[in-house]
């Protein structure tokens, strides 16, 4: 039987299509089922015509929220009973957002911010794209988050765009790049925050010892997965 609890998951995607697939994968992955019926319903928009999050911000380039806001109100028209938008960096459009919405959203950076504290840490290092760094979206719920310098923000910002055009060639100059960058920090830190889908999907292990890796994607689609599942009683 489907249990009546259940909730129906509509997903904005498309930012990008592959980190899309890798947050499908971890619904599915989470949900603790035995039979496809006991698994969620999902309707997925991978509404890759979204305009570019970063290049609004850098560009003066046309705003994400108006395609995301058609994105949701599509997602609600066809059945979603609540939103998750798996994109860091579309998380900083939210206040453009939340106010033209009806249909509850799921906030990416405030749930995994929830998953450190809970944690007891207050000093991670977040590795993530421009906005997520530059506009140190973390820091209104972590004050003491660490944003790279510049010099190693853009050796991130690189491996990231490099992951969206194809995940699967990852070699090791990429991985040095960003160890490399945790290396340098690692006396500042308590903790290391994949704050971007495209990471999630090619970095599954803290390079140093001690010093634990929250990855952001699957924080987020975890507590996906317990409130469509009526688990957190809402």
């Keep these: 039987m489907i249990s009546d609890k259940q909730k129906i998951v509509g997903v904005v995607g498309g930012m990008g299509p592959f980190a899309t697939v890798s947050f499908f994968q ?16 999902i309707l997925i928009d991978c509404n890759v015509k979204i305009p570019s999050r970063t290049r609004s911000i850098l560009y003066g380039e046309m705003s994400p929220a108006p395609r995301i806001i058609e994105s949701i109100k599509g ?10 938008m798996p994109c860091n960096s579309a998380c900083y459009f939210l ?25 007891g840490l207050e000093r991670p290092l977040i590795l993530g794209g421009y906005i997520t760094t530059q506009k140190k979206l973390y820091s209104k ?6 944003y790279p310098q510049k010099k190693w923000a853009k050796n991130i910002f690189d491996v990231i765009e490099e992951i969206k055009l194809d995940p699967n060639d990852i070699g090791d100059g990429k991985y040095a790049r960003v160890f490399d960058l945790i290396s340098y920090y690692k006396n500042q830190i308590d903790s290391i925050v994949l704050a971007c889908t495209e990471l999630s999907i090619v970095f599954h292990y803290s390079p140093v010892p001690g010093i634990p890796m929250i990855d952001s994607t699957y924080q987020y689609a975890k507590a996906t997965v ?8 809402n």
């Design 95 to 119: 206040d453009d957002i939340l106010p033209k919405i009806k249909i509850p959203l799921l906030n990416l950076v405030d749930i995994t911010s929830q998953e450190i504290k809970k944690l």
């Design 226 to 233: 317990v409130y469509a599942r009526g688990e957190n009683g």
């Design 26 to 41: 971890k619904l599915v992955d989470l949900t603790p089922a035995k039979k496809d019926w006991e698994h969620l319903r």
């Design 141 to 146: 719920y972590l004050p003491g988050a660490v």
């Design 75 to 84: 997602l609600a028209s066809i059945g979603a009973d609540f939103i998750a």
